[in-house]
């Protein structure tokens, strides 16, 4: 009985263990090492659209000019990959005023994988990010917001900054295929200083890409100003 009792005892420590790596994992808010940002505090009605993956030969030109018509500014976390294929879509998006992020070079979870590995994927993404000609601070967002103890170690010794977001309305399903009312959520949601997460470089992101707008001028509706990433962690207020 005491056996029985110890190895239920062991799987349940076991199973919550798990259970810990994986909130942790997959927290928007902490991590164990530098610096992570969701949302900037800040008393100005400024918000940062942000784009993953990419960047696409197909829809590349297509959200540039639809956000050039706006005249906002957007942040598009790339993968090392993508605009190694395509590195005349990143030119545009430099020319075309946006800011560049790095989203690895592979799109890979980075859990449970070596330091090497982690500088393979973040390095190699840089430099294609420089080629494309952007010259301000790269920062750094985790390919489907995982992370766990390397990552976030290698970025803190580089002392470079992990982005997530406040705002990711395809990820509930009932919003994600309805244009109108992922907007309408995220227009209702949204507060100064939050960080807008959409896809919009691929076939299957139609929703989104039909979103965008009605995102963009619900927003500005209410007052809000578009700004891209690195510059509304400058209008952060000191704690």
Known sequence: MQKRTAAVTTVSLFLLLLLGLYQLASSRQYQLFGELIARVETEQPLIALTFDDGPS???????????????????????????????????????????????????????????????????????QIRQAGFTDEILFRPPYGKKLFTLPWYLSQQQRKTIMWDLEPESEPKLAADPEAMAAAVIANARPGSIILLHVMYQSRQSSREALPLIIEGLQAKGYRFVTVNELITMQVSK
């Open 57 to 127: 030969e197909r829809y590349t030109a297509e959200v540039v000019e639809l956000l050039a018509r706006y005249q906002v500014p957007a942040t598009f976390f790339v993968t090392g990959h993508e605009l190694a294929r395509h590195p005349e879509q990143g030119r545009l998006l430099v020319q075309a005023g946006h800011q560049l992020g790095n989203h690895s070079y592979t799109h890979k979870r980075m859990l449970l994988v070596s330091p090497a590995i982690v500088a393979s994927e973040v390095e190699r993404t840089d430099q």
